[in-house]
Structures are given as C-alpha cells and as structure tokens.
C-alpha cells in the first residue's frame, strides 16, 4: 500500500464572472501595482491517500475532484502535483 | 377535505425548517420534520428549506448533494408522483445534485443580498424576501430551460442569467426558487406573497396527484 500527497486546485471556468477575481483586480489597479491584471480565484486542496499502486491513487483522486471538490457544470480543477511519501 | 403530507427536510445547519413547516401548516398541510438520512417518504411534498448545510463547505449545496435522502429523491421522482421544492439553499442543492438543470454561483457583486424583491410568477407580479451569497443562476444554454416554467426577478438582483429566481419543472413536479416565500405567510407586518407559491403547489396536487377539482 502506497501512500500519496496530490495537490489540486479549482477555479470557475474562463467564461464565468469571477466577483472576487475582479475585487483582487481593482485593489491592485487603485494601488497602483498594475493596471494589466488578471485574477481568477480558486480553492487548493492537498489530500493524502492511501491505494496500491499510483494510477489507483489518480483514479480516486479523479474521483474526488470530479464529484466532491468541483462542479463540471461551471469549474475546472488542476491536478498541480503528486508523489508518493513515505 | 384532505390534508395533504409534506415532509421538511432537515440538514446540519439548515436553519429556516420552521418557518417552512408552520407556513405549509397554515396552508393545510400535514407536516413531518425528516432527517437528510431518511429515505423512506411517504409524503406529497419533500421541502428542502433554506439554510447552510453542512455549513457550505467547499460551495452551497455540494456536501448535502450526498446525504441518502437526496440521493434518493432521483429514483423516487421516477417511480411515483411527488412534489419537490427547494427554497433557496434548497435550489442550491437541487441544482449541485444534478436534480435540475444548470449551476449557482457567488452572486455577481460577491455581496451578501437580504431584502424584498419583486418575481414574476404565472403572470402575477410580486414581492418576497432574498437572503443569500450564491444565487447567481448560470447555465451553458437557455434552450435547456425550454421545457420549465421561469420565476424571474423584476430587478436582477444577484446576476443570475435571463433573470431567473427559480425554476419549475412542471413534468416532474419539481419548483426550486432563491426568494424565501415561507418567510411571508404568518409573519406579522410582512406581505403574505408567500401564500401564491405554497397554494399553487397545493393546486397542483389535489388537482395531478388525486384528481380533486
């Protein structure tokens, strides 16, 4: 039994307003950091998981990101990162 | 006359069952308070009530999307006639559950919106309360929508899509809104606009479900 970290992230799709995305933008704008800014808010998950071997590691987490932490309907999620700890 | 059996739903951190089962007393219902693990219903009404379960994590209505009830609810909808409603965190749910059509998303201002609004509903005009952060109905295609019945806001209030409020899906007897009619029933000083949505459901299951004119 193996013993896996993955790091994910998720965010809303390209084409659907991000209000809090648009906020992180205007505070930079108004503080004069950049004017060309582009914001996306998202959520990051790191999860530990326990399977035989890594592609049963992948299809659970697969699993877990498509049922649990996204909505496919209006959200993306990103596999960062994955290893195997000991 | 027949009183009719609503069932009020209950989630960790739902929060407006009460309000829900006294109005649907007022308007002649029997009502049962059941438990999100329940899933043996006998009822004419399921009512998912407003609220935060399981205090929203990760997005409104994504955890309670698992609990056995609503996962039930698919089969049950299939195999005999029953009424669903879904107030508010209800709609969430519904919507996250894949039960109707399309997603909720933060509102368009990212601001929480507490106040009256005014919907249109089966060509009447009227106000209700709002009280939510995620009520921004989106989907990819309205076409979808072609087959519901549309409550609209007069005055969008949160950005949802083609001014949507809530949706009726009047094949499968399924109404989902983001205005809280069990808020304007009995509430003294309030409107009691929240009479149309809960006597509109009564009609239509004396009139589908038991054949009563």
Request: hydrophobic content about 40%; proline content about 4%.
């Amino acid at each position: 039994m193996g013993k896996y970290l993955f790091k994910i992230s998720t965010k809303l799709k390209d084409e659907i307003k991000d209000p809090q995305g648009q906020v992180v933008e205007k505070i930079s704008k108004r503080l004069k950091i950049s004017d060309e800014i582009n914001v996306r808010v998202g959520k990051y998950y790191e999860i530990i998981i326990f399977a035989s071997s890594l592609d049963e590691a992948k299809m659970m987490i697969k699993k877990v990101a498509e049922n649990i932490l996204s909505n496919p309907i209006v959200e993306l999620y990103t596999i960062l990162s994955f290893e195997e700890i000991i | 006359m027949k009183k009719f059996k609503a069932s009020i739903v209950k989630f960790p951190g739902t929060n407006c069952e009460n309000e829900t089962l006294d109005a649907l007393e007022y308007i002649g219902f029997e009502t049962l308070l059941i438990n999100h693990n329940e899933t043996d219903i006998n009822s004419d009404l399921v009512v998912l009530p407003g609220g935060f379960s399981y205090g929203d994590y990760i997005s409104c209505g994504r955890i309670a999307k698992f609990s056995p009830l609503v996962l039930s609810l698919k089969d049950l909808i299939k195999k005999r006639k029953i009424f669903i409603l879904g107030i508010c965190n209800g709609f969430q749910i519904l919507t996250e559950a894949g039960i109707l059509p399309g997603a909720i998303l933060e509102n368009i201002k990212g601001r929480f919106i507490c106040r009256d609004v005014e919907i249109s509903f089966l060509n009447k005009i009227f106000s209700l309360p709002i009280a939510h952060h995620q009520g921004r109905y989106y989907i990819d295609n309205i076409e979808k929508l072609k087959n519901y019945e549309i409550i609209k806001y007069k005055n969008n209030p949160n950005g949802s899509i083609a001014d949507i409020a809530g949706l009726y899906d009047k094949k499968n007897y399924i109404m989902a809104l983001m205005p809280h009619p069990e808020r304007n029933v009995i509430t003294p000083f309030k409107s009691k606009n929240g009479k149309i949505i809960f006597e509109f459901i009564k009609n239509v299951i004396e009139k589908d479900f038991y054949g009563i004119v």
